[in-house]
């Protein structure tokens, strides 16, 4: 019953398994080009105002970005893995799950390889999140004509993220640096370094610093989704080995006991529901049958997680293909607590055994955080000159000025570590160029509205190409794979 990866992997056919290691050297891939596509924005600043040569900055921006991804969490990666409904995916076909996979991975990587090699500062995680949606819609539209093939709660929770961001970044640098100006008097702060000229030690410690800072919160947030892309591939080949979580044994009790006592709160939440439609009359019927039908719906879920469960000692004792239902029941059960519209007491009171469903189903292994770590890591060490070259030269009428460097690298440092403690997936990209541009203005340097409107345009495109090349990759897999069997 304890089902090896290999054995796992033995279940796929030859072209499968071929797939397989495709679509995790390309989720690698994608997160090694993030890698040198974001590198400018955590050394554009130390390299310019000669704090650091380019060498040693990208090098110690890459291991910032290392140790960002092996400390960062996990939370940020299932907000990318839950855009999708995952399991109902697969559930209908295992085949479109793995051409979904494929899809949404080489859309990534085309775009981002696009944009880098002509110079645009562009998300990374709008391509992510565009190539996600784009598979969800085109396999809905395919599968039933709707466009419900993907979480648009979590979508909007995301875009919100992504589109206050740039916002975040050039207000507060500006205002930021205004302070500056009125804090720090030293007129050699705020004009470009000359030939020989090196800033003072103090500016040079703060842009050392926020260099660390950016890279370290760039690892912890853009590594995060690269462990859900190859969380995503993961699930999508081998449903039945990464359903739950097999490296805790204690997991199997937890997860029955937790059944267990949901199954006591929605007994209570059903009783609740008699007494008040019998003494309400003028209760919507519809809105409270709706209510009976979702509280059933979560006694059968339950009632099937318990009955697989009872008298495991470990995950691992259950067999393959009913770790996948019981998963499914996990995630059904999860949906429809948060359907009923619960008092926060109520929520309080679940808290425990919600939290003890989601540790069996939400966890990453590690070889993927050290791999996502690595290349993440190893990608930023190179190919930064061309987005570099943009941000600090070509956004601005005039290089980057000391006290700007310091006031970008510090706004972005600071908005994307709070993004990350509120698993919000932001832009590093655009909050660190848009803080640039804010500092030009706030400096009175000049601001090249060529170049603003070349990067206004990439940004404004990144989302919808990204869910038409995902979306077009998905239907032409489809088309191409149609009746091959790759389980």
Wanted: aromatic fraction near 8%; charged fraction near 15%; glycine fraction near 10%.
């Amino acid at each position: 019953m304890n089902l090896t990866f290999w054995e796992a992997l033995g279940g796929l056919s030859g072209l499968g398994q071929a797939l397989f290691f495709l679509a995790l050297f390309t989720a690698f891939a994608f997160e090694f080009i993030n890698g040198f596509h974001d590198t400018a924005n955590a050394v554009t600043t130390v390299i310019y105002t000669k704090t650091l040569r380019p060498t040693p900055a990208v090098f110690f921006s890459g291991f910032m970005n290392f140790l960002g991804v092996l400390v960062g969490g996990t939370t940020v990666a299932f907000s990318i893995v839950n855009l999708l409904p995952v399991d109902l995916l697969i559930e209908g076909s295992s085949t479109k799950a793995i051409i979904m996979v494929m899809s949404l991975l080489f859309a990534g990587v085309i775009w981002n390889l696009g944009t880098w090699w002509m110079g645009l500062p562009v998300s990374s995680s709008h391509t992510l999140i565009g190539s996600i949606l784009g598979v969800g819609l085109a396999n809905s539209l395919m599968t039933d004509g709707t466009l419900l093939g993907v979480n648009w709660a979590k979508a909007a929770d995301v875009g919100k993220a992504l589109l206050l961001s740039p916002l975040i970044g050039f207000v507060a640098a500006a205002l930021l640096l205004m302070l500056m100006r009125v804090i720090f008097r030293n007129p050699n702060l705020y004009h470009p370094p000359g030939e020989g000229d090196n800033p003072p030690s103090w500016i040079r410690g703060v842009l050392i610093a926020t260099c660390g800072g950016v890279s370290f919160a760039h690892g912890s947030n853009d590594g995060q989704k690269g462990m859900g892309l190859i969380l995503l591939a993961l699930i999508g080949f081998l449903p039945t080995y990464y359903a739950m979580d097999l490296r805790k044994p204690e997991l199997a009790r937890e997860v029955h006991d937790s059944a267990r006592s949901l199954q006591v709160f929605i007994d209570e939440q059903a009783s609740e529901q008699a007494e008040s439609g019998l003494g309400n009359d003028t209760a919507p019927k519809g809105k409270a049958d709706e209510k009976s039908a979702r509280i059933e719906k979560i006694r059968s879920e339950l009632s099937l997680i318990t009955s697989v469960l009872d008298g495991k000692r470990a995950l691992s004792e259950v067999a393959p293909a009913d770790r996948w239902a019981v998963r499914q029941s996990i995630y059904r059960v999860q949906k429809g607590l948060a359907g009923l519209d619960l008092s926060k007491d109520a929520l309080k009171t679940i808290a425990p055994a919600r939290d003890s469903f989601k540790h069996a189903i939400e966890y990453v292994p590690l070889w993927v955080v050290i791999g996502v770590a690595l290349a993440l890591g190893i990608g930023t060490t190179i190919g930064y000159k061309r987005i570099v070259v943009t941000i600090a030269e070509k956004i601005g009428k005039t290089h980057l000025t000391y006290a700007q460097g310091a006031a970008a690298e510090t706004v972005a440092a600071i908005t994307i570590g709070l993004a990350d403690m509120f698993h919000a997936p932001v832009s590093t990209t655009q909050v660190l160029s848009s803080g640039i541009a804010g500092t030009m203005w706030a400096n009175k340097s000049g601001v090249q509205f060529g170049t603003i409107r070349k990067i206004l345009i990439a940004w404004i495109l990144t989302l919808p190409m990204a869910i038409l090349l995902g979306g077009g990759l998905f239907f032409l897999g489809v088309m191409a794979f149609d009746g091959v069997k790759l389980h």
